[in-house]
């Protein structure tokens, strides 16, 4: 088996009192999307924001391409240049167009420069249907743009790996499509991908691999069909039934 | 126009009648009874004097170029020292604890002193040391004073708007490879100074009638120029020449900057 881009090993984490993560282990091959389900307050969101480190972790590794990215004290900037993230919330810079918010990381860390760098950036939106808005701020774009705008700004800096954090969960359900189709089309061009999201119909037709989470550890995790047809645990079955209904 | 249309038309009507109403018996109430009042021909005499104020009112005008003058040199050299006392107090790396400290203990100091003993005491102390000229100008130190109070009150609204961006920005720009400084510098600052340009336009009004206090160590600007002419005179005419010139600056700059803010505001929205 190749190396895996990435890897959690045994990861553990709490915040005070509360046991997030109990011994996280998940392996991502280049080119996977693996989709993380689970209800609120299972651990995915922690996960991803362990993997680039925005936490940091108790016990375990985390290791890209077989360095461990988790010791203390490594510098992490390269790091995370070559882990993308979206969230949630979008966290657009308010003060900035769509358009300078996605050159922002490209110049200040890159050094890239002038027209090549516009280019590239103007490509993207194209590519996401946005042409029209780069010159817009976040506060005049609806919540599917600006997180549309998000992928693009993470996108931007040449990530080897895609970090979601539930990236429709705020939007309006019409607008869930819009980015969704993001992703598929992310997916299509071969992009490694981690998605923590409660988007169920969507997993099941993208993902290549789901891992089911609960109560800080991957109860069960399989190729979709299996996962969402035949789960073998009964927590899985009870999540599922819940949400499917 | 509908029904409900006449109705707000009538309603926009009633409450005009009533504003004008009500205005035009306060101001007629001032009017009336005021010169009632046994001392008002004195006041009137001291204080509200057609002529002195005519007299005077184009050399205090002159006097109070210098006020602007001062009011101006100082405003870069505050917001420059404010920001710079402001991010010392938030510096996170433990090397840079002692200027943390530094920072903690400034703010503390010139925020507890009143401004004028401030200028009495660096206005007065150090040009005592003996200085050659020009370091020995009252216009030099009074500077100073002044910047020193008031960087101190504008690092401590810097600092409450650099706290009040939210830490999702801040995580936003570390994920993409951002550095520290170049998160604080692109990201958090330009929204944190955008926040406070409230508080800060109310420190420049504050500062704009605080440059009269130079006066109490040498420079002949407005409030002085004032002083002279009313011994001269024995006629307190010239203070309201004054009052009235620093309003002519200050109202229209408030209304400005409430103007620029609800203009950015509607820009955005």
């Known amino acids: 088996m190749p190396e895996a881009k990435l890897s959690c090993r045994g990861i553990q984490k709490s915040f005070g009192d509360n046991h997030v993560l109990r011994g996280i282990d998940l392996d991502v091959a280049e080119g996977e999307m693996i989709c993380l389900i689970g209800a609120s307050g299972s651990g995915k969101s922690t996960l991803l924001r362990c993997i680039n480190q925005l936490e940091t972790i108790d016990e375990g590794a985390v290791l890209l391409e077989g360095q461990d990215i988790s010791e203390p004290g490594i510098d992490l900037g390269p790091v995370r240049r070559r882990i993308g993230i979206v969230f949630q919330s979008y966290n657009l810079f308010p003060h900035m167009s769509a358009l300078e918010n996605v050159l922002l990381a490209p110049r200040r860390v890159l050094h890239e420069q002038g027209g090549a760098l516009e280019t590239r950036a103007t490509e993207l939106f194209e590519r996401f249907g946005l042409a029209a808005h780069m010159q817009k701020y976040p506060d005049q774009l609806s919540g599917g743009q600006q997180q549309r705008v998000a992928v693009i700004r993470a996108l931007a800096m040449r990530p080897e790996i895609m970090l979601f954090d539930e990236i429709t969960a705020a939007l309006d359900p019409e607008l869930v499509g819009e980015v969704l189709a993001v992703l598929r089309h992310l997916r299509s061009e071969g992009m490694t991908m981690l998605l923590a999201t409660h988007e169920m119909g969507f997993a099941r037709e993208l993902a290549d691999r789901v891992c089911f989470m609960d109560g800080g550890v991957i109860v069960e995790e399989g190729p979709p069909e299996q996962i969402f047809t035949a789960p073998r645990v009964t927590r899985t079955q009870e999540f599922l039934r819940s949400v499917l209904r | ?269």
């Open chain 2, 1 to 269: 126009m509908n029904r409900r249309q006449a109705y707000e038309a009538a309603q926009r009507r009633r409450s005009l009648t009533v504003a004008g109403v009500s205005t035009f018996v306060v101001v007629a109430a001032i009017i009336l009874l005021v010169p009632l009042a046994p001392g008002w021909p004195a006041v009137r005499a001291s204080f509200f004097d057609g002529q002195v104020f005519a007299e005077t009112f184009p050399t205090l005008l002159r006097a109070f170029m210098i006020d602007i003058m001062i009011f101006a040199w100082s405003v870069p050299l505050i917001m420059g020292l404010g920001l710079a006392i402001a991010l010392a107090r938030g510096a996170r790396s433990p090397a840079l604890f002692p200027l943390r400290i530094f920072g903690a203990v400034y703010v503390d100091i010139f925020r507890g002193v009143p401004v004028v003993l401030t200028i009495y005491l660096i206005g007065f102390g150090i040009p005592g040391l003996g200085l050659p000229r020009p370091w020995n100008s009252p216009y030099i130190w009074g500077t100073v004073a002044l910047v020193l109070t008031y960087s101190a009150y504008v690092a401590e609204v810097l600092r409450s708007g650099i706290e009040s961006i939210h830490a999702s920005q801040r995580n936003a720009a570390i994920c993409l490879g951002l550095s520290e400084r170049d998160t604080m510098r692109y990201v958090i600052l330009p929204q944190a100074i955008r926040r406070v340009v409230p508080a800060n336009m109310n420190m420049l009004v504050a500062l704009q009638k605080d440059v009269a206090l130079l006066s109490f160590i040498g420079p002949v600007e407005i409030l002085r120029q004032a002083g002279i002419y009313k011994s001269l005179l024995a006629n307190f005419t010239p203070y309201v020449v004054a009052a009235v010139i620093f309003l002519l600056v200050t109202v229209p700059a408030t209304r400005y900057a409430d103007y620029l803010l609800n203009r950015d505001r509607d820009a955005r929205s």
